[in-house]
């Protein structure tokens, strides 16, 4: 027999890989963990007879020649599985979205790209074959794609990731079907919940980075957590938002994180304490352990892990253009022309920064026909500034608030550089495609 599953706990997004498996591959037979995420129980039950799921006992005295896993390569993950193959060495292949490094199933042939989600690479496999699919099936994979790529916004999502959601939307997907699946907070517990990480979060400037830390006590575990947290994370926007539950029925820590931040990366964070999942979405579960003292723990942890955030003084232009106050608006007309600015620093004659004079500014004194005029007659004066210390975060809440393009950096006394709205925008651009800091 040849058998098909996904990790322990599957979710939308091994869903969505599961249910192509058994189109591209039709020999194969599903077999469902005995845990389904909270967000994809909805789905599971309404598309239950699309799997034809069998239990993991039911592989019991059975010979497996081949086993196909989705959305995952860790061993830890599948276990509830191989504890039930015996007798058997079979051909493992893995389809996983993951980075290899936490990889670690022996003698398994992997196959994946780094992508948004593991459905998306699924779907490429099954477009490249030519294969339909039913509307049923495109609506579940969409699910899986939408759900892991946050609707397509994520920084981890790539092209390939909008050619799945496409070719599932030529499928007969339902985007109406696709909302409601991906409503996950449904349940009297989990609004509770919600209001109550609300009042006791509290937001940490930690490296530099936005941290969004909150602390909270459950009788047991309620299920859908996740989904708060991502509901939380939408509403505070913070750099990354990390959850502690301190569940005290078995007395475990329970760890829900997200970040929208390629250099905070959650993968990689996570794997200390023996968590995992994506770059921007992962969790650790901790038994036996003290819930406040693990905060303070991770607290810490955060504070000598997290690489510091990126700052004024590292994009900012060195070589910076300026001209004197006392020159006149047609010569800064013509130095603007010469370097194809739309602005300068203006100094005066000790160095000093003393105003900043724009395309803006030389044309009220082209209209009043004052073009020999003193750019200090026209020019901006006391600007906005940077010491140089100001995050990305803090750049654009300064450019929204002030409503300018250039930011000059004043170090010491001295124009030291100068950063504009499209040295940001592009900065932004770059470290998104590069899968680092991103903000």
């Known amino acids: 027999m040849n058998i098909a599953f996904g990790h322990t706990n599957m979710d939308l997004d091994c869903l969505g890989s599961l249910i192509l498996v058994k189109r591209i591959f039709p020999d194969f037979v599903l077999v469902r963990s005995n845990l389904i995420?909270?967000?994809?129980?909805?789905?599971?039950?309404?598309?239950?007879?699309?799997?034809?799921?069998?239990?993991?006992?039911?592989?019991?005295?059975?010979h497996i020649e081949k086993i196909i896993i989705v959305d995952t390569g860790r061993a830890d993950r599948v276990k509830e599985y191989f504890n039930h193959i015996r007798n058997s060495d079979p051909e493992i292949t893995v389809f996983d979205h993951h980075p290899r490094d936490s990889a670690d199933i022996l003698g398994a042939q992997y196959q994946g790209m780094l992508l948004g989600s593991n459905t998306s690479f699924l779907c490429k496999l099954a477009r490249e074959r030519g294969i339909k699919l039913s509307g049923e099936e495109a609506t579940i994979a969409l699910t899986g794609i939408y759900a892991d790529t946050g609707q397509l916004i994520y920084e981890n999502v790539r092209r390939e990731d909008y050619e799945a959601a496409a070719y599932c939307l030529e499928m007969g997907a339902s985007l109406k079907l696709v909302k409601s699946f991906l409503e996950t907070i449904k349940e009297d517990r989990q609004m509770t919940v919600l209001h109550q990480l609300l009042r006791t979060g509290g937001v940490q400037d930690i490296q530099g980075h936005s941290i969004l830390l909150s602390y909270l006590e459950l009788d047991e575990n309620i299920p859908g957590l996740a989904a708060v947290v991502e509901k939380i994370m939408s509403l505070e926007n913070p750099d990354a938002y990390f959850a502690v539950f301190f569940i005290l029925k078995n007395k475990n820590v329970l760890l829900i994180a997200r970040s929208q931040k390629p250099r905070i990366d959650l993968h990689e964070l996570l794997s200390t304490f023996g968590g995992g999942g994506h770059q921007m979405a992962g969790s650790a579960k901790?038994?036996?352990?003290?819930?406040?003292?693990?905060?303070?723990?991770?607290?810490?942890?955060?504070?000598?892990?997290?690489?510091?955030?990126?700052?004024?003084?590292?994009?900012?232009?060195?070589?910076?253009?300026?001209?004197?106050?006392?020159?006149?608006?047609?010569?800064?007309?013509?130095?603007?022309?010469?370097?194809?600015?739309?602005?300068?620093?203006?100094?005066?004659?000790?160095?000093?920064?003393?105003?900043?004079?724009?395309?803006?500014?030389?044309?009220?004194?082209?209209?009043?026909?004052?073009?020999?005029?003193?750019?200090?007659?026209?020019?901006?004066?006391?600007?906005?500034?940077?010491?140089?210390?100001?995050t990305m975060r803090e750049i654009e809440r300064i450019f929204f608030k002030y409503r300018i393009s250039h930011l000059p950096v004043v170090e010491d006394g001295k124009l030291s550089g100068l950063v504009t709205r499209w040295d940001y925008l592009e900065y932004k651009k770059n470290q998104s495609a590069s899968g680092t800091n991103g903000r």
């Not at 693990?294 to 003084?313: C, D, G, I, K, Q």
């Open 37 to 62: 995420h909270p967000a994809a129980r909805t789905i599971y039950d309404f598309y239950s007879e699309y799997f034809e799921f069998l239990e993991p006992s039911d592989l019991k005295g059975s």
């Open 286 to 390: 901790l038994e036996k352990q003290d819930g406040r003292a693990f905060l303070e723990e991770f607290t810490a942890y955060l504070e000598t892990s997290l690489s510091p955030a990126t700052r004024v003084r590292d994009i900012m232009i060195r070589e910076v253009h300026s001209i004197n106050e006392n020159a006149s608006l047609l010569e800064a007309s013509r130095l603007l022309e010469s370097i194809e600015h739309t602005g300068v620093p203006v100094l005066n004659a000790d160095g000093a920064l003393t105003g900043f004079i724009s395309l803006r500014d030389i044309m009220k004194g082209r209209k009043a026909s004052l073009m020999q005029a003193p750019v200090k007659a026209f020019m901006t004066r006391n600007p906005v500034t940077s010491d140089g210390s100001h």
